[in-house]
């Protein structure tokens, strides 16, 4: 009897209860909410709307995430200065592009055009940064632990959010608004905001461009051959160095683009924008599975809807006053989750079995 | 002038001197088998060849250039290809892939085309994978996957590395046979080898290696007879 005692796990009896706590607490709030009508009562177009509006954040959530799942891919490392790549090129963009040709009128008359040169002058500047980033502070250490190359991207994200905030100031920046975003269409009965719209409809294409890239070219391949094996990836005539800085610039052209749909959405820069989205990006990367580009997909739009959904849904049902401001501790609350009940991700691979 | 010299390499892991000044020549359309028991330095003589490891001293020429100043990935339009240990393919990437890998210096898409009937027709078990994942072929398989993405890149001189290893005899059979074709082609092959027994039925010249030194170099016909090689590594007594 005093033997058998000894032989439960302590760890996995906590880890079962806190599964079954969970579980109750998001059935609860959500029976709560749906059939004894706490709270505010939504209609199913509220829903709807809750959910399209999941769906666009979560497309800016994928594209950033990209960025990460690229890079862990190839090199095994989590660059946590990504969200600063995102971040540079949306400064900069915003300021010597989006506002003067706002204040002229040109955006308005011709906004296609003017878009076009936004996001261009943001993925350059993003893609240079990256660039910089990779050959000044992580080539180097491309052979040391792999503590070392973690400890550098935190260093070189405070870098670039400090080297940003002196260049452009640390106040917030207006992102102007387009005159034909404005509003919404009607579709079926329920009201799209054209912004979110045409932001969920850019990510998508953006990710079917890289899908394609990374599947169907030359240069995708070798990245995918470098992936998996650098000294078989050199006799094969591929340059390792190269690709990688491939890698980093594909991942910073998407977050450049990212940050453009952001101010859309947003309507404001700052030097601290990348922070926030660039940990819930990696937070749906590891979601998705991280080192998988269609994990990195499906994990931004799973954290965008759940963001979006989860507050009115399983916590206003629990009489929590402010639940939307509760939407970053469900997202970090899933993150733990995802670490410790699979932490391979939705449709990852397991870390362990990859060879670090 | 031979096609490959290595001449008197010394290379080094960190402290551990692995290689103490080894010697090899290469001539035009030979087949010549590197043999010895594990730790003697075959693959890492190889390693140093195909620029994976920078030797400390001594040099390696490519018909006659020196190919010190070269990293790894250019050596591959010199006209050097490798066929890895234990195959070394991608396992994620398709077999069709893998095979493109090989071929990735290259721009001439007829040529390519060409190279891979040829490809396919060596191995015709290839051309009904292609568009299989790697990682789902059989040890067989992959050794010609591995072979095949090797001659992708229409080599001058193919570097290989424990072709036989890990396969039944009868696979072994098939890809000496292979390797002999592929020679006849016009291709020279330098072959790193445990299994002295296959290594010296298919080359012209051999050399065995030991604790990182050179022992003997011979034809393969006189080290077959040689009674140390004899009862080392072909297990005749």
Redesign the interface.
Known sequence: MAQRFKDIDYIGLFLWLFRAAIIVIVVWGTVAKLFLGQGNAYTTKDWINFLVAGLSQGSIFALIALGYTLVYGVLFMINFAHGEFFMAGTMTATIFVALPLSASGFLDKHPVIGMLAILVVAMVVSVSVALLTERVAYRPLRRAPRLVPLITAIGASFFWQYFFAGLFGSGLIPFPELAVLRGAWMIGGVEFLKTRAVVMIASVIMLIGLYIFIMRT?TG??I??VA??K??????????DRTISITFATGAAMAGVAGILYGLVFRQVNFIMGFVPGIKAFTAAVLGGIGSIPGAAIGGFFLGVFEAIGPPLFLEGLGIPGSHQLKDVIAFTMLVLVLIFRPQGIIGERLAEKKA | MALLEVNDIHTYYGNIHALKGISVTVEEGEIVSLIGGNGAGKTTTLRTISGLLQPRSGNVLFAGEDLSKYRAHHLVAKGIAMVPEGRGVFARLSVSENLGMGAYHRNDKDGIAEDLERVYKLFPRLEERQNQVAGTLSGGEQQMLAMGRAMMSRPSLLLMDEPSMGLAPVLVEAIFDTIEEINKEGTTILLVEQNAHMALQVAHRGYVLQTGEIILSNSAQELQKDPTVQKAYLGIE
């Open positions: 030359k391949t070798a995918r051959a998996e094996d000294d078989i990836a050199a006799l094969m005539g591929i340059d390792v």
